[in-house]
């Protein structure tokens, strides 16, 4: 898998523990997710726009750092696919499981994630 120009093989190389949002640009604003509520009302909005809303706002949601070396591939039913670089991140935001979903779901104001399957290349 693609990780870009990221050649980081474990979380030590980009702090000495994952933080979420440490890089956090905006808050999300009540008023984004009152027009996001709205847009998913939609008959058009399907599940591939909630990945790619969840795409686009990942660095927003979890912080530049962590968001540069991690990413959102997939979303099955209400589970969310998070691709790492190694098993060793994986198991680190294993532990961070419930802070991670709580972050994904901001978007929405409610529990569309309940669950993360952290997935990583050489699996």
């Not at 979303?75 to 790492?84: E, F, N, P, Q």
């Not at 991670?100 to 050489?122: D, F, S, V």
Request: glycine share 4%; aromatic share 6%; charged share 25%.
């Amino acid at each position: 898998m693609d990780h870009g120009d990221v050649h980081l093989s474990t979380p030590e190389a980009v702090s000495s523990s994952p933080k979420l949002g440490y890089s956090r640009s905006v808050p999300l604003d009540p008023a984004i997710k009152s027009l996001i509520a709205q847009f998913r009302r939609s008959p058009a909005w399907d599940e591939h726009l909630d990945l790619e809303l969840l795409q686009k706002l990942w660095p927003a949601l979890v912080g530049e750092q962590l968001a540069s070396v991690t990413r959102i591939t997939a979303i099955h039913g209400s589970t969310a696919v998070l691709d790492v670089p190694d098993l060793v991140w994986r198991k680190q935001l294993f532990r961070m499981k419930g802070k991670l979903l709580h972050r994904m779901n901001e978007p929405w104001g409610a529990q569309r994630i309940t669950e993360i399957a952290i997935t990583y290349e050489n699996q």
